[in-house]
């Protein structure tokens, strides 16, 4: 299959572009676009078939069901049976943007898009061009990440391209995406609302809307037997092909052990890589020095790390070492994907 890749400009975007995105889904086809966390693999909803070819492009598990992404307000009534009055003032204030909410489905969302389950994950993204792209492909695209299943979800066109050229009929480039990491996962079906992936959407801020909230056991003992919730928190997701390991504490001496353990493998004969931010990368002598963001402000973290891990990945490193970072506001969602990349390998120092 010969993969159409479309650029699009976000002040004045191209009619054509979202018409040709829009047909091809409306004829079960797929097409990736950018929303403002990641770029999502996107097919008609509504029809088994397209949701189907997503899980083949992807090489994802048949049991991983699938968000719906939807452009207006008014599209929610047809999917989801029950919306409680809590999930209404959450809409209000958090769509569009970030954040995904699960509901009972009606009989309009087929088992294959939901994985069999009766409840449906819903999003309304805020990103201007998945907005139009969901509208003219009928109101209802099922898009999980537009990455191959296992490596780190896509936050440029190009990531995309690398993972689904040649599987997917097209690409609508919007250049890099704002965010960085999915959308936080806000389970509306128990009582209290319980988290089930952290987001750009904290649970501070969804507390202070509607009062208490869970939160996954998972989330909080990831080395617990028990199942995630969310079918897909279960797989060793976002995992580079080098060994991460991360390493928290006081951050001299988290800089010191990093170096200490570069330099031992780098003399072993091993490409190592590092991950470091801004106010730390001056300090580290040895192997491949990457600067995440600013410490400062988690939000650039976010933005840079599926891109980061990409990097290492191409240049066939085998050892990462990565700072830690805070577990407060984004850095909370920062962490639960940088852990799960190096397999929940986290050293106190
Ligand atoms: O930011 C995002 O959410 C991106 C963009 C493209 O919207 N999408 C995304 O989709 O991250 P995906 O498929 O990579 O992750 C969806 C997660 C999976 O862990 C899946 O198991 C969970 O949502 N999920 C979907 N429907 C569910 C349901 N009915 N019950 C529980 N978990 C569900
Ligand atoms: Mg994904």
Redesign the pocket.
């Known amino acids: 299959m010969k993969t159409i890749i479309e650029q699009i400009d976000l002040r004045q975007m191209d009619k054509e572009t979202i018409k040709k995105a829009g047909d091809i889904l409306k004829s079960g086809g797929l097409v990736a676009f950018p ?1 403002e ?5 996107g097919a008609d909803a509504l029809n088994e078939d397209a949701a189907k070819k997503i899980y083949e492009a992807k090489g ?1 598990p048949s049991d ?4 719906v ?1 939807i452009a207006d307000m008014e599209a929610l009534d047809n999917i989801t049976e029950i919306i409680p009055e809590t999930a209404s003032s959450v809409a209000r204030k958090f769509w569009p943007g ?1 954040l ?1 909410m ?1 509901f009972r ?1 009606t009989g309009a969302v087929p088992l294959g898009t ?2 069999g ?1 009766d ?3 819903v ?1 309304m ?1 805020k990103h201007p061009a998945a907005k139009e792209i969901i509208r003219a492909g009928g109101g209802y695209i099922a ?4 990455n191959t299943s296992g490596r780190p ?1 896509p936050t440029t066109a190009q990531h995309v391209e690398e993972d689904l050229d040649g599987k997917i009929d097209m690409i609508v480039d919007g250049g890099p995406v704002e965010i960085g ?3 936080t ?1 806000l ?1 509306m079906t128990v009582n209290p609302p319980m988290i ?2 952290p ?1 750009a959407v904290t649970k501070e801020m969804l507390e202070d809307l509607i009062g208490k909230i869970s939160v996954d056991r998972t989330l909080i003992e990831p080395d617990s037997s028990k199942a995630p ?5 279960k797989y060793r997701h976002y995992a580079p092909k080098a060994e991460l390991t991360v390493l928290e504490g006081d951050l001299l001496q988290v800089i010191k052990e990093i170096n200490r353990r570069a330099e031992e493998k780098a003399a072993e004969g091993f490409k190592v890589g590092i991950i470091g931010t801004i106010e730390t990368v001056g300090r580290y002598s040895t192997g491949n020095v990457k600067c995440i963001g600013t410490r400062q402000d988690e939000m650039t973290v976010a933005g840079n790390l599926y891109g980061i891990l990409r990097d290492f990945d191409s240049e066939g490193t085998d050892y990462i070492f990565s700072e830690s970072f805070s577990t407060g506001g984004i850095g909370n969602a920062v962490m639960n994907r940088l852990l799960k990349a190096a397999g929940q390998h986290l050293i106190h120092v």
């Open positions: 929303t966390t990641v770029y999502g693999l994802r991983n069901p699938l968000i992404h970030p995904t699960i489905k939901t994985g389950l409840t449906v994950a999003r993204p898009a999980p990440s537009a979800s990491v999915e959308s996962i389970d089930l992936r987001g919730k969310a079918p897909g928190m």
